[in-house]
């Protein structure tokens, strides 16, 4: 059952990975890392539950998870927003600057 | 049971993943993802951690529908009437991602799991607060700083009028000059 | 503890919570008589009923290149989050689901209204019902907070989680009394998520009825009757979180919750036409810098109380 749980986290952060990957636009491409996250909490839930449920570090690796989810959407949102204010743009594409 | 409802939940999840990429329109994408994290949080209740399952719905259904405003508000078709593509690399992305997958598979199917130790309490929601607020303080006192910290990050990058905009150049206004009043008095 | 969810309990609770709502609607509509001086009769509390009746064999109205699919889940969303959340709320010795946190999952399907509103306003492809949409996330982000921490602050006096221990915790005195701030924060916040009387914005009348707008038929209806289950669902959590639940003498507890439950339905019902409608986004204000330091303090208080005890 353990085996299967973290297949279905491998399958969530896969798909995430190839949504923020593939996609052009900031907002999907952070949807693709919420599923990716998504992945880390089932993974994390499923190893409390099926290794070691007598000590609470798989709920921790939860809850940081989730705070992960939080910070990520709020920066994400901050970010795009600034971006949009000042270049009008919404794609990663546009907002290159920084690639070496 | 368990295992009829972890089945149901999981191909949701997966399916409800794979369609936020497929969805033309936006708010659907959104709420594909948000059905994708809610049977997340039903697989994480199904695994007994209750009160950790019940707060991911509750955060993504108002994350997500906060989300949707942002999409909507950015994208230059949200509603998806016109299909277009808003992709880049995709091949190379499904090459990453399925190599990710395969890599994570094998790694899930060939590692010598060990057996479980010991039980789970009662009580796993009395667990977590009584981790969080002793042996894992420091976690928990970290994470709060991180989000003081993207609270005053977020704000500082998405706002767009100063205090310069607000109370003047030399900031002399009594009263802030803000474009929508507020609810006491100000 | 509350007894443990029996079958028919599963049946009844919808059922007892569609009852009081149509109560809800039907006094409602014998006060609107009242107020515009026609006699308070039979005939006046039964007359919204009969737009049930107009409503399903109404023609269902479209609108072009609609998200029929959005809009439909979101019409489902409203009184499908009022059932569920009901669902942890005891009556007398009575709940459907004992849920060990109750509160929280109380609070995640109230907060379903808000992806469902959202969808009721997107749904349609049409201005007016979208502008209900974002109204009702406007005032959702204000009254969220202050409602969780009025939560917060009962389950802390309660030091658990469990809807039953919660009521079972107010034997001396109920929560009402001693955390007002919260008792009132939450009662209020019961009118914002069934957005009625002074939180009737999202569907305001300057809008063309904002969600309610477009829809029409069966949809109407169902979005409607979300609105008055959550009413009611409101009103019956109200009981066990601040008023002490089935607790009273004489009577039993089914009969005390169900009285208790009237009450607060009663309150709500008067506030709703004495208090005039609030902004979002002076009401957003009002919440954070307000409401938001107020709960915070009155969740110390039960922390303190619990630290001595």
């Given at each position: 059952?353990?085996e299967?749980?973290l297949?279905?986290?491998a399958?969530?952060?896969?798909?995430g990975l190839y949504?923020?990957?593939?996609?052009?636009?900031?907002?999907m491409i952070?949807m693709?890392?919420?599923l990716m996250?998504?992945g880390?909490?089932?993974?994390?839930?499923?190893?409390w539950?099926?290794l070691?449920?007598a000590?609470?570090d798989g709920?921790?690796i939860?809850?940081?998870a989730v705070?992960?989810?939080?910070v990520?959407?709020?920066?994400?949102?901050?970010?795009?927003?600034?971006v949009?204010?000042?270049?009008?743009?919404?794609?990663?594409?546009?907002?290159e600057?920084?690639?070496g | 049971?368990?295992?009829?409802?972890f089945?149901v939940l999981?191909?949701?999840?997966?399916?409800g993943a794979v369609?936020?990429?497929?969805?033309?329109s936006?708010?659907?994408?959104?709420?594909a993802?948000?059905?994708s994290?809610?049977?997340?949080g039903g697989?994480v209740?199904?695994?007994?951690?209750?009160?950790?399952?019940?707060?991911?719905?509750?955060?993504m259904?108002?994350?997500?529908?906060?989300m949707?405003?942002?999409m909507v508000?950015y994208?230059?078709?949200?509603?998806?009437?016109?299909p277009m593509s808003?992709?880049?690399?995709?091949?190379?992305?499904l090459?990453?991602s399925?190599?990710?997958?395969?890599?994570l598979?094998?790694?899930?199917?060939?590692a010598p799991?060990?057996?479980?130790?010991?039980?789970a309490?009662q009580d796993?929601?009395f667990?977590?607060?009584?981790?969080l607020m002793?042996?894992?303080?420091?976690?928990?006192?970290?994470?709060?700083?991180?989000?003081l910290?993207t609270m005053v990050?977020?704000?500082?990058?998405?706002v767009?009028?100063g205090?310069?905009?607000?109370?003047?150049?030399?900031?002399?206004r009594?009263r802030?000059?803000?474009p929508?009043?507020g609810?006491v008095g100000r | 503890?509350?007894?443990?969810?029996?079958?028919?309990?599963?049946?009844?609770?919808?059922?007892?919570l569609?009852?009081l709502a149509?109560?809800a609607l039907?006094s409602?509509?014998v006060?609107?008589?009242?107020?515009a001086?026609?006699?308070?009769t039979?005939?006046?509390a039964?007359r919204?009923?009969?737009d049930?009746v107009?409503?399903?064999?109404?023609q269902?109205r479209?609108?072009p290149?609609?998200?029929?699919?959005l809009?439909r889940?979101g019409?489902l969303?409203?009184?499908?989050?009022a059932?569920l959340?009901?669902a942890?709320?005891?009556?007398g010795?009575?709940?459907?689901?004992d849920?060990e946190?109750?509160?929280v999952?109380?609070?995640?399907?109230?907060?379903?209204?808000?992806?469902?509103?959202w969808l009721?306003g997107?749904?349609?492809?049409a201005?007016?019902?979208?502008?209900?949409?974002y109204?009702?996330?406007?005032?959702g982000?204000?009254?969220?907070?202050?409602?969780?921490?009025a939560?917060?602050?009962?389950?802390?006096g309660?030091e658990?989680l469990?809807v039953?221990?919660?009521?079972?915790?107010?034997q001396?005195?109920w929560?009402a009394?001693?955390?007002?701030?919260?008792?009132a924060?939450?009662?209020?916040s019961?009118l914002?998520?069934?957005?009625?009387?002074p939180?009737?914005?999202p569907?305001?009348r300057d809008?063309?009825?904002?969600?309610?707008g477009?829809t029409?038929?069966?949809?109407?209806?169902?979005?409607?009757a979300?609105?008055w289950?959550l009413?009611?669902?409101?009103s019956?959590?109200?009981?066990p979180?601040?008023l002490?639940g089935g607790?009273?003498?004489?009577?039993?507890?089914?009969a005390w919750?169900l009285?208790?439950?009237?009450?607060?339905?009663?309150?709500?019902?008067?506030?709703?036409?004495?208090?005039?409608?609030?902004?979002?986004?002076?009401?957003?204000?009002?919440?954070?810098?307000?409401l938001?330091?107020a709960?915070i303090?009155q969740?110390?208080?039960?922390?303190?109380?619990?630290?001595?005890?």
């Amino acid at each position: 059952m353990l085996e299967l749980f973290l297949l279905l986290a491998a399958a969530l952060f896969s798909v995430g990975l190839y949504g923020a990957l593939s996609q052009q636009s900031i907002v999907m491409i952070m949807m693709g890392i919420e599923l990716m996250i998504a992945g880390v909490i089932t993974a994390a839930a499923a190893l409390w539950h099926f290794l070691a449920p007598a000590a609470a570090d798989g709920q921790v690796i939860v809850v940081a998870a989730v705070v992960a989810m939080a910070v990520e959407m709020a920066m994400g949102f901050a970010v795009t927003t600034a971006v949009f204010r000042s270049r009008d743009i919404d794609t990663a594409d546009a907002a290159e600057d920084l690639k070496g | 049971m368990t295992a009829a409802l972890f089945a149901v939940l999981a191909v949701l999840a997966v399916t409800g993943a794979v369609l936020v990429f497929r969805c033309a329109s936006m708010a659907r994408a959104t709420f594909a993802l948000l059905a994708s994290l809610v049977c997340v949080g039903g697989e994480v209740i199904l695994l007994g951690l209750p009160y950790l399952g019940v707060v991911t719905v509750l955060m993504m259904v108002m994350e997500m529908v906060v989300m949707a405003v942002f999409m909507v508000a950015y994208m230059m078709n949200p509603a998806g009437l016109m299909p277009m593509s808003m992709v880049h690399n995709r091949r190379g992305a499904l090459t990453i991602s399925g190599v990710v997958f395969a890599g994570l598979a094998a790694g899930v199917l060939l590692a010598p799991w060990p057996g479980r130790v010991g039980t789970a309490p009662q009580d796993t929601t009395f667990q977590a607060g009584a981790a969080l607020m002793g042996d894992q303080m420091l976690t928990m006192v970290t994470l709060g700083f991180a989000l003081l910290a993207t609270m005053v990050g977020a704000t500082v990058l998405a706002v767009g009028r100063g205090r310069y905009d607000r109370f003047g150049d030399d900031l002399s206004r009594p009263r802030p000059d803000d474009p929508a009043g507020g609810g006491v008095g100000r | 503890m509350a007894d443990a969810g029996s079958w028919p309990s599963v049946l009844v609770a919808p059922a007892a919570l569609l009852a009081l709502a149509v109560l809800a609607l039907c006094s409602d509509a014998v006060l609107d008589a009242r107020t515009a001086g026609r006699p308070a009769t039979p005939a006046a509390a039964v007359r919204p009923l009969l737009d049930v009746v107009r409503l399903l064999l109404a023609q269902p109205r479209r609108t072009p290149a609609s998200d029929a699919l959005l809009w439909r889940i979101g019409v489902l969303t409203a009184p499908t989050a009022a059932v569920l959340a009901v669902a942890v709320v005891p009556f007398g010795g009575h709940v459907v689901a004992d849920l060990e946190v109750g509160v929280v999952w109380f609070n995640a399907m109230e907060a379903l209204t808000w992806a469902g509103l959202w969808l009721a306003g997107w749904g349609p492809n049409a201005a007016l019902p979208l502008i209900g949409g974002y109204r009702f996330l406007a005032q959702g982000l204000a009254y969220e907070l202050p409602l969780m921490f009025a939560l917060i602050a009962a389950a802390v006096g309660a030091e658990s989680l469990n809807v039953g221990d919660i009521a079972a915790a107010q034997q001396g005195l109920w929560f009402a009394v001693w955390m007002p701030v919260a008792f009132a924060v939450y009662l209020a916040s019961v009118l914002a998520f069934s957005f009625l009387g002074p939180f009737g914005y999202p569907a305001g009348r300057d809008i063309a009825g904002g969600v309610l707008g477009e829809t029409s038929g069966v949809d109407r209806l169902l979005l409607q009757a979300g609105r008055w289950l959550l009413l009611a669902a409101g009103s019956a959590m109200a009981v066990p979180l601040f008023l002490g639940g089935g607790a009273g003498p004489l009577l039993p507890g089914w009969a005390w919750s169900l009285l208790k439950t009237l009450a607060v339905l009663g309150l709500l019902l008067w506030a709703r036409r004495r208090v005039p409608a609030v902004r979002a986004d002076r009401y957003v204000e009002f919440a954070w810098m307000v409401l938001i330091p107020a709960t915070i303090v009155q969740t110390l208080v039960p922390a303190l109380v619990v630290l001595r005890r």
